[in-house]
Nanobody, 125 residues
Framework: QKQLVESGGGLVQPGGSLRLSCAASGFSLEHYAIAWFRQAPGKARERVAAISGGGTITNYADSVKGRFTISRDNSENTVALQMNSLQPENTAVYYC??????????????????WGQGTQVTVSS
């Protein structure tokens, strides 16, 4: 069974950091682009960051550039999202998603074929 599983979420104070991980089972991520999406209550789902299958191309939402870093380790079949300088507005459920890498990092949630269950990130003092 093809699955993605997120981990690493939790409660952090403003200014703190978290590292999220997305692990694949049942298939290899080598040829898949991976993105992190987030969704807060009352807000649309937003693509936060994306990375190509080979790890050479990345995209970030403007709001997280310089603070978040996406990376992957295809030998371990995982993708990570390092989140620094977290603020309350970053509170959301964060999802890992994948689509086959045909040469573009697709922008919409509808374009992604495989999804994890989500992990809650709460930034609060």
């Amino acid at each position: 069974q093809k699955q993605l599983v997120e981990s690493g979420g939790g409660l952090v104070q403003p200014g703190g950091s978290l590292r999220l991980s997305c692990a694949a089972s049942g298939f290899s991520l080598e040829h898949y682009a991976i993105a992190w999406f987030r969704q807060a209550p009352g807000k649309a789902r937003e693509r936060v960051a994306a990375i190509s299958g080979g790890g050479t191309i990345t995209n970030y939402a403007d709001s997280v550039k310089g603070r978040f870093t996406i990376s992957r380790d295809n030998s371990e079949n995982t993708v990570a999202l390092q989140m620094n300088s977290l603020q309350p507005e970053n509170t959301a459920v964060y999802y890992c998603a994948a689509h086959f890498d045909g040469g573009q990092l697709l922008p919409r949630s509808e374009d992604y074929n495989y999804w994890g269950q989500g992990t809650q990130v709460t930034v609060s003092s």
